[in-house]
């Protein structure tokens, strides 16, 4: 399994940027794919997930500005993220659960900076 990131960059505070993540390979059925960050010095956090059924979670730190979807068709799920703050500067890792195994993306680099 490959999960292939997209869409990180540098964006001014109050901007939006859009991440895509693709998998590939021996998928089987994806259960939940998932959207992880880890900011310089700091633990990796969860910051959405969203599975097979639709259900949906939120980081309170995210909730209102950032939104997961998934296309299902094409084994990829985004992130679109709105109103970014400083403080949403980090490494931002896709992540899938198949039933078989935990799968991670390479890392995207976001950074919120004027």
């Known amino acids: 399994v490959q999960l292939q990131a997209s869409g990180g960059g540098l964006v001014q505070p109050g901007g939006f940027l859009r991440l895509s993540c693709a998998a590939s390979?021996?998928?089987?059925?994806?259960?939940?794919m998932a959207w992880y960050r880890q900011a310089p010095g700091k633990q990796r956090e969860l910051v959405t997930l969203?599975?097979?059924?639709?259900?949906?979670i939120y980081a309170d730190s995210v909730k209102g500005r950032f939104t997961i979807s998934r296309d299902n068709a094409k084994d990829t799920v985004f992130l679109q993220m709105n109103s970014l703050k400083p403080e949403d500067t980090a490494v931002y890792y896709c992540?899938?659960?198949?039933?078989?195994?935990?799968?991670w993306g390479q890392g995207t680099l976001v950074t919120v900076s004027s």
């Open positions: 969203i599975r097979s059924g639709g259900r949906i």
């Open positions: 992540n899938i659960n198949n039933g078989l195994g935990y799968y």
């Open positions: 390979g021996s998928l089987f059925s994806i259960d939940d």
